[in-house]
């Protein structure tokens, strides 16, 4: 249970003063969680931070206003001109007001014309702020921002915050709304260590809110602010004492101690028809000694698409195989768990390790025939999708559990999974392709060990990248045509239109019926509105050679292993983001062939697309390309984040607040080894932090000790 003096931050906005179901639709649209159905609360409006200031510092008369500039002024009201005909809603009503120098027109176009008069009374002096334009000659200020009475010129702020807005949002409406919130935030005990508070001289939670909320210069919408880099630091100590309460969990109960003479790992390797890369050596090492010790494996193998990790998953599952218990593989879709199942088939044949499938796919009959396989021991590697998570999936001893994540999997499912491991843990070793920039490595996985592939198998041929804008479609297609009577299989990738899956779907299906009037039955489709057996089908045919042309939405995006293709073709690429574009091109380059990839974009390009496509152009490597996505992404673009599927901050940024974010680690790290059940008032201080990021989760985990 979240505390209850939190509970204001987390009341929807709506309880807020002056927010209606309208403002609330807004706010909703502008700063509410990602999540489905999620609306904006009070600590939603907190962590929308200003872009920019507007200096409302006076300027001395009309005279010296300038046009499309900002004005603070004094002025005389002199006159009302109510709007003329009986249409009153549609005419604006016009105030003239002037000054020694001059005269303008405040002009509103639907108010109350009694609120106007009690506003700005004929004969008094008021101040006035707002943006000057011309109309007809004359000088006016629509919809001044603010007004005041001169005896009241302290409640009209002389620099006011300008924050990212949404249309029907006004800057100043949301300031009332964000000022209503931050009357809502309560004092709260401090969490951060005294002396490292002192010595970095930061301010309390509280006042490096409102701090941040009511900048007063540049230097204050800095990353490097001293407001804005402690509540950095608070998101980064909740996010790494989340992760290391977790990793504390994985690893309290001794794991297995896994060793085997290596015959099985033998047998597999001397069938397969290549050698193993020094990199895949060295992670096998670093595995074996994981899991031969008796403390639990927490590795994450990373990789870039190709680099060969699925083998290696492989022989480490062999080794606990040999051991005596059991391994579960699991795969982020099903088109990959079925595919995983043919390669690892295919592999572990040599060592007759028993290999059996299990997605939501497999029911009645079938799957209670797995199921009890599974119980009695008959089975050495199961693979399957987050099916594998369900209560019912029992092992008889499980001992390794292998997940090819692509982030797609969270914490919690990682967890039910291990749980599995009867008695003692099972060994745990996550994949990913995405190379992960050492900074974020730290926010999504914490402490984890990392084995690293960074040698490609040999034999690689680099992949030729261009970039054409999409009014050379029909060349394109041409160049298709001729490859395609050469024998090469091409993927053809359709873009991410919108939020909504259909609409990708429908921009493939409209592909695909052009590509086959031209190509006829060799184009193949599929997307994610397909069933399982449908995509399998088309996969198979494109595996198989009889399709030539895969046409798809970003389906294929991830393991997908097809040797012969050779093409492959994303359109709107600029939508794509950089992380997308390398997992893409990753699936061609793998045969014997020479290999191209081919970026349709559609003009003109925005600067940082521009940027992505030429780096794409630039290298293949992986690592390189994921820091150049950090820092295209500035740390902020919430699309590459979530595509990428990282920890999206609110308050911090990367690398910016690299340091931050190794103190944080420490101090989560040493926090714990001190308290590991953060008990006490200490303890209580830092679950209350855990709360405000929302990371009850961890606090959960906690309890359930
Ligand atoms: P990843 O999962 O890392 O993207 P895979 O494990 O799917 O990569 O491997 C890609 C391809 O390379 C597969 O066809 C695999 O059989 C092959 N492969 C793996 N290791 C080697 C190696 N050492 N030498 C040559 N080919 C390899
Ligand atoms: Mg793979």
Redesign the pocket.
């Given at each position: 249970m979240r505390p209850p003096r939190l509970a204001p931050l987390f009341a929807s906005v709506r309880a807020l003063k002056g927010v209606g179901p309208r403002i609330e639709g807004l706010l909703d649209k502008l700063v509410a969680p990602r999540q489905q159905g999620a609306h904006a609360r009070a600590i939603d409006l907190l962590w929308h931070l200003p872009v920019g200031l507007v200096d409302r510092a006076r300027i001395p008369s009309i005279s010296q206003a300038q046009m499309g500039e900002l004005a603070t002024l004094e002025v005389r009201v002199a006159e009302h001109r109510p709007g003329g005909g009986r249409r009153g809603a549609r005419a604006p009503y016009r105030i003239l007001v002037e000054d020694d120098t001059g005269a303008l027109e405040l002009v509103y176009f639907k108010a109350d014309p009694n609120y106007l008069k009690r506003l700005l009374p004929v004969g008094e002096t008021r101040l006035i702020s707002g943006k000057i334009e011309a109309y007809d000659g004359w000088l006016q200020m629509p919809h001044p921002d603010h007004v005041a009475a001169v005896d009241k010129a302290g409640t009209l702020p002389l620099i006011e915050p300008v924050y990212p807005l949404t249309a029907g949002l006004s800057n100043t409406t949301l300031r009332k709304a964000i000022d209503g919130a931050l009357r809502q935030v309560p004092t709260l005990p401090e969490w951060i260590d005294a002396a490292y508070l002192a010595k970095q001289a930061w301010p309390s939670f509280a006042d490096a809110i409102k701090r941040l909320h009511a900048p007063e210069g540049d230097a204050d919408l800095l990353p490097s602010s001293p407001a804005r880099s402690r509540l950095a630091y608070d998101e980064l100590l909740a996010n790494q004492l989340a992760l290391a309460i977790i990793r504390q969990r994985l690893k309290k109960r001794a794991g297995k101690s896994l060793a085997a003479s290596g015959k099985l790992r033998r047998a597999i390797v001397g069938a397969l028809p290549f050698a193993l890369t020094a990199a895949q050596q060295r992670a096998l090492t670093e595995i074996d000694a994981d899991m031969a010790s008796g403390s639990r494996m927490l590795r994450l193998l990373q990789g870039d698409?190709?680099s060969g990790?699925?083998v290696v998953a492989l022989l480490a599952m062999a080794t606990a195989v040999e051991a005596g218990t059991q391994t579960a593989f699991m795969a982020p879709t099903e088109l990959?768990a079925r595919q995983?199942l043919a390669t690892l088939r295919g592999f572990a044949e040599a060592a007759n390790l028993r290999v059996a499938l299990l997605t939501g796919r497999e029911r009645g009959k079938e799957r209670d025939s797995i199921l009890d396989a599974l119980k009695a021991g008959d089975i050495d590697i199961l693979i399957g999708t987050h099916a594998l998570f369900q209560e019912t999936v029992a092992f008889r001893d499980l001992g390794l559990v292998v997940i090819?994540e692509q982030h797609r999997f969270g914490v919690h499912q990682r967890l039910a999974l291990q749980k599995k491991g009867t008695g003692t843990g099972a060994e745990l070793l996550v994949?990913t392709?995405t190379p992960i920039p050492r900074t974020l490595l730290l926010t999504s996985y914490g402490d984890m060990d990392v084995s690293r592939l960074d040698e490609k198998p040999p034999g690689r041929k680099p992949v030729k990248t261009s970039a054409i804008p999409l009014e050379r479609l029909d060349e394109v297609i041409g160049g298709v045509a001729r490859a395609v009577e050469k024998g090469a299989q091409i993927y053809w990738v359709c873009p991410l239109v919108a939020e909504s899956e259909l609409l990708d779907v429908a921009a493939a299906e409209e592909r695909f019926i052009e590509l086959r009037a031209r190509f006829g039955d060799s184009v193949g489709l599929v997307h994610g509105k397909l069933t399982g057996k449908d995509k399998d089908a088309v996969m198979a045919r494109f595996a198989s050679g009889a399709l030539s042309i895969l046409v798809s939405t970003t389906v294929i995006e991830?393991?997908v292993?097809v040797p012969n293709a050779s093409i492959m073709i994303i359109e709107h690429a600029e939508r794509f983001g950089l992380a997308q574009l390398h997992q893409l091109r990753g699936r061609v380059g793998r045969g014997a062939a020479e290999s191209s990839c081919i970026l349709l974009y559609k003009q003109p390009l925005g600067e940082t697309a521009r940027e992505r496509l030429n780096v794409m152009r630039s290298t293949e490597d992986g690592f390189v390309i994921a820091e150049e996505d950090l820092r295209l992404r500035g740390g902020g673009e919430v699309l590459g984040t979530r595509q990428s599927g990282l920890p999206a901050f609110r308050i911090a940024i990367l690398p910016e607040h690299q340091e931050l974010l190794e103190a944080a680690r420490d101090s989560a790290r040493l926090t714990l080894s001190r308290n590991p059940t953060l008990e006490g008032e200490d303890g209580e201080r830092l679950r209350l932090l855990l709360y405000l990021f929302e990371r009850d989760d961890a606090v959960k985990l906690m309890r359930a000790g």
């Open positions: 698409v190709g990790k699925t990959l995983h090819d994949m392709a991830v393991g292993d």
